[in-house]
């Protein structure tokens, strides 16, 4: 009896630990088996949205949350997540693209033509989705404050009214392009110089002249890889406010292209908004000057900037800030480009040669529009350089790269690998030999910044100097005892040593290997001459807002310097 009593648990026993063992896998391969089966069909609806963002002629971008509340222009539900177009403004959930893209139409770069020339356009509404803060154009009362799609926008004009406020005479009224008509290159404008190009007239100003008084077209070139990464956001923004044909993304077009819609505008009228850093300044400017070889002098365009960089030295001296990070709403900056003040820059030709036998000399040739710099400066810049190429996803903000920068220059600090720099090389102005104390580095100077906001000319202010500027054709070269003595300047507790003014710079780097940087651009350079020249003038923008306390006082310094020297004479 005993044996029977016992012959029983252990086949319960087993079933047990096997009913365990099932119910153990279930709860491990369904969670698998669940994110597996969504991960699929997330990846099946991006290759679906993906297809349809190509065909289509809306330029959509998708976003998992939306800044504001939203609802869908095709089926008026409320929505979190869906696509919005960077250029008409329009905002659908995913479910309702394909619908939306037979039904609205988006912003016209240039108007369907039939053999007629046009010189307006009516208004294009959107219903629904209007800026916050937006007010009726009929009554004057805000618009959008419904929790429900309501109201319309025009999407050129950007002015709203109210669903009941919306007239037969408002739809078919004429668009006179708002607040930015003297920025915006407006589609009919393009159309008729399509058909003048097909009859062989090219006399753009009396097309312009009849369209606007004061028109000054805008060109946005933004470099999406700059700095803290805002140009992709700048993009859509620009491209909501203005024609989108004038709205180009450096990472996909070059400058040289880009400026060729210059070409089609009335003479001397062009200005543009260069979105990036000191570096993607240079570039543009270089591609302005290849206009010049081209004989295209008469479309050269002004240049504003936006600073997107790290060290915005150039930006920092026309007075647009030090860097840019949304602070200021994009209609505001387009506002300063209007009220800005066009200036001339010194641009300059850095000739390298290497030393060596006449037939194996190699040349390099650099334009300079900020500073040449031979020591610390440079090094530190090199080091950075290095850094961000092997690991370029780390260097995607501004506090960042001026924490590595601030590393490096610490490190220099204790090394010192740039001692004894006045037994390396020779320096000479306008021909004249100088002495040279005993120096780590060497800075040349063509604007009011350097290293990031810092007045390196000036320094703590307490001595006279001479005045410099970016548009006298002159260079202020200037001397530092090491990293520290650098940082010392930055926060106004030292002084440069100032080496003296010259229209030519010639420094020889005599028997050993030094880091040098042109704007930012660094190299380990052996055994060399380096030659500096007037090149040309660029032709830029000076923003004549608000001046920062430094910009004020600088002013008024070299103000009083000037008065010194009056007396004096």
Not at 84 to 96: D, K
Not at 154 to 172: F, G, I, P, R
Request: with cysteine; aromatic share 8%; proline share 4%.
């Amino acid at each position: 009896m005993e044996g029977e009593e016992n012959s029983g648990p252990p086949s319960s026993g087993v079933f047990a630990d096997w009913s365990l063992a099932f119910w153990t896998l279930c709860s491990v391969i369904l969670p698998v088996v669940i994110t597996l089966w969504c991960s699929f069909q997330r990846s099946r609806r991006q290759v679906l949205r993906r297809d349809i963002f190509r065909k289509s002629k809306h330029d959509w971008h998708y976003t998992d949350l939306f800044g504001q509340p939203t609802y869908c222009c095709v089926c008026a539900q409320h929505i979190l997540q869906g696509a919005f177009c960077n250029c008409c403004g329009l905002c659908v959930h995913e479910g309702c693209l394909k619908k939306a893209d037979r039904h609205f139409l988006c912003k016209e770069i240039m108007m369907r033509s039939n053999g007629e020339a046009h010189t307006s356009m009516a208004h294009r509404w959107i219903r629904g989705n209007v800026p916050l803060c937006s007010h009726c154009v009929v009554c004057k009362q805000q618009c959008g404050n419904q929790p429900k799609l309501c109201d319309y926008r025009c999407v050129w004009c950007q002015h709203t009214v109210h669903d009941e406020c919306m007239q037969n005479s408002l739809k078919s009224e004429k668009c006179r392009f708002g607040e930015f008509r003297n920025l915006i290159i407006p589609p009919y404008y393009l159309s008729t110089i399509n058909q003048m190009r097909k009859d062989k007239r090219i006399d753009y100003g009396k097309l312009a002249s009849s369209y606007c008084k004061h028109w000054t077209p805008i060109i946005i070139l933004a470099n999406t890889r700059s700095g803290n990464n805002m140009g992709e956001t700048l993009l859509g923004e620009f491209k909501i406010l203005l024609n989108p044909v004038q709205v180009f993304d450096l990472s996909k077009i070059s400058p040289a292209k880009a400026l060729q819609l210059c070409t089609l505008l009335p003479y001397n009228s062009a200005r543009v908004l260069v979105c990036g850093g000191d570096g993607t300044v240079g570039w543009v400017l270089d591609a302005i000057d290849e206009m010049k070889i081209k004989g295209q002098e008469r479309y050269i365009p002004q240049v504003a900037i936006l600073p997107l960089g790290t060290g915005n030295d150039l930006s920092n001296t026309l007075a647009w800030g030090a860097g840019y990070a949304g602070e200021v709403p994009v209609e505001q900056i387009l506002r300063n480009v209007m009220e800005a003040d066009g200036i001339k820059l010194d641009r300059w030709k850095v000739q390298v040669t290497n030393k060596g036998y006449y037939n194996l000399r190699k040349l390099k040739v650099f334009t300079m529009n900020n500073y040449f710099s031979i020591g610390p400066d440079a090094l530190m810049a090199l080091n950075f350089h290095a850094h961000r190429e092997k690991t370029p996803s780390l260097f995607s903000s501004r506090i960042i790269n001026k924490a590595v920068y601030f590393f490096y220059g610490t490190k220099d600090c204790l090394v010192q690998e740039c001692k004894d720099l006045n037994k390396k090389v020779e320096l000479e102005l306008d021909g004249e030999r100088i002495d040279l104390p005993n120096l780590e580095g060497i800075i040349v100077l063509n604007i009011g910044y350097w290293g990031g906001g810092c007045r390196l000319w000036e320094g703590m202010g307490d001595e006279p100097y001479p005045l410099a500027r970016y548009d006298d054709g002159l260079l202020e070269v200037a001397g530092v005892y090491g990293s520290f003595h650098c940082a010392q300047i930055q926060v106004k507790l030292a002084n440069p040593v100032r080496l003296g003014q010259a229209h030519t710079v010639r420094l020889i780097l005599k028997n050993s290997k030094m880091p040098m940087q042109v704007d930012g651009e660094p190299w380990a350079q052996g055994p060399c001459t380096v030659t500096i020249t007037h090149k040309t003038h660029a032709l830029m923008l000076y923003h004549s807002g608000e001046q920062t306390d430094d910009d004020a006082s600088s002013m008024s310094e070299q103000e009083h310097t000037r008065e010194q020297t009056d007396e004096d004479i």
